[in-house]
Each structure stands twice: as C-alpha cells, then as structure tokens.
C-alpha cells in the first residue's frame, strides 16, 4: 500500500495484514510514510514491512519509528540474518521464489527462525511479478512453519484456493492483480474478493 485514501478505503474490508514496501527499486517504494501510516493507525489491521536485502539496523528503525508488526524478507536473506531479527522480538516472515527445480528442504535452516514463510513465484523482480507457480509443488512442503501464498493470484482463482487442503497454508497475499497501478489497489476487485473467498 502507498497512497492514504486508498489504505483507508481498503481497511473498511478488515484485511488482517496490509503490506509496505521500504525497497527504493520497487515501483510500490512508499515515500510518504507518515501520513500514510496515520491512516492506520487503530485499525486493528497488523503492518508489514517488506525489505530487500536491507541492513538489520535500518529494519529495526523503521519499526520502531513506524510501529510495524511484521517484517517480510523478500531478498537473499541467510538464515542467521532471519535469527538476528527475531532474536531482537520481531515477527519474521521469509520469501522465496518457488519454480519446478524448487528445493524445499533448503527451508529446513529457515524453520527455528522464521515465523511463517512466503511462497511467490520466481520472476526478475524480488517480488510483485504477478505470475503464479504450479500449487501442485507444495505437496513438497512438509515443516511446521505456516506460510502465505503469494503470485499473481486473482478472482478466478478462488475455487482453487479453497480447494487447497495443506495443514500449513495460512494466508493469502494479494498484489499485482489487484492494482490499480503500483501501490494503488482496486478496493472493489478485493471486496469482491474477500466476499467470495469468505463466503
């Protein structure tokens, strides 16, 4: 999210986590901080941070300074990088690029560190590509961590989320899909979204 009247519209949807992007090369860059974070602000709705390959510092003044409750990393993060963050008391979601040579044990260094995961589809950004990897790859994922799905999701894939039955999926990210233009949702597609889902 970037823009205040569109955050204020969406949280009337009561998502549970709305997303902010701190990496300056993402076209979703949030620039405007606190005017936009004071339209959050009682809501309610937990704040995720999204960070690329940031410094541990500079994460942990921008939660500090902007109340976050979650921070997503979406770059090439180790798993003693992960560690550091949530040895410090944060909640610590970690991103990976998911493609058929996928290996899901690689996770396994990720689990006593990480508090959920996030499975997006590789592409040449870190993130927001707005394409889907095959779903059919998560019989692979057998840990404990619970994650997001995440990649190019849309409206007509809804029957298919539903239809998914593993013990650790826990969220939904939505992006591209539902984008207005970066950083600007279509608060109606979601509603529509969030009705059918819920439903």
């Known amino acids: 999210m970037k823009y205040s009247?569109?955050?204020e519209e969406l949280l009337q949807l009561q998502?549970?986590?709305?997303?902010?992007?701190?990496y300056e090369k993402s076209p979703r860059f949030i620039t405007t901080q606190w005017a936009v974070f004071s339209s959050s602000a009682g809501s309610g709705v937990e704040k995720v941070g999204v960070f690329v390959d940031e410094l541990v510092v500079n994460i942990l003044q921008k939660v500090t300074d902007l109340g976050l409750d979650l921070v997503q990393l979406h770059g090439h993060e180790p798993p003693q990088f992960c560690a550091e963050l949530?040895?410090?008391g944060l909640t610590v979601m970690k991103a990976f690029r998911v493609g058929d040579d996928f290996d899901?044990?690689?996770?396994?260094?990720y689990a006593g560190c990480c508090d959920y995961f996030l499975f997006d589809a590789s592409g040449p950004s870190p993130g927001g590509n707005g394409t889907r990897f095959s779903w059919n790859l998560l019989q692979n994922y057998n840990l404990d961590v619970p994650f997001f799905l995440s990649g190019g999701i849309d409206l007509e894939h809804i029957d298919e989320i539903k239809a998914?039955?593993?013990p650790?999926?826990?969220?939904?990210?939505?992006?591209?899909?539902?984008?207005?233009?970066p950083?600007?949702?279509?608060?109606?597609r979601l509603k529509e979204f969030f009705t059918q889902l819920r439903d």
């Not at 998502?15 to 701190?22: E, Q, R, S």
């Not at 939904?172 to 233009?181: A, G, Q, R, Y």
């Not at 950083?183 to 109606?188: F, H, Q, R, S």
């Open 86 to 88: 949530k040895d410090a």
């Open 5 to 7: 009247e569109n955050i």
């Open 164 to 166: 998914l039955r593993h």
């Open 104 to 109: 899901f044990t690689q996770l396994q260094e």
């Open 15 to 22: 998502p549970d986590y709305i997303g902010f992007i701190f």
């Open 183 to 188: 950083g600007l949702k279509d608060v109606t």
């Open 168 to 181: 650790q999926l826990y969220g939904i990210d939505l992006n591209s899909k539902f984008e207005v233009s």
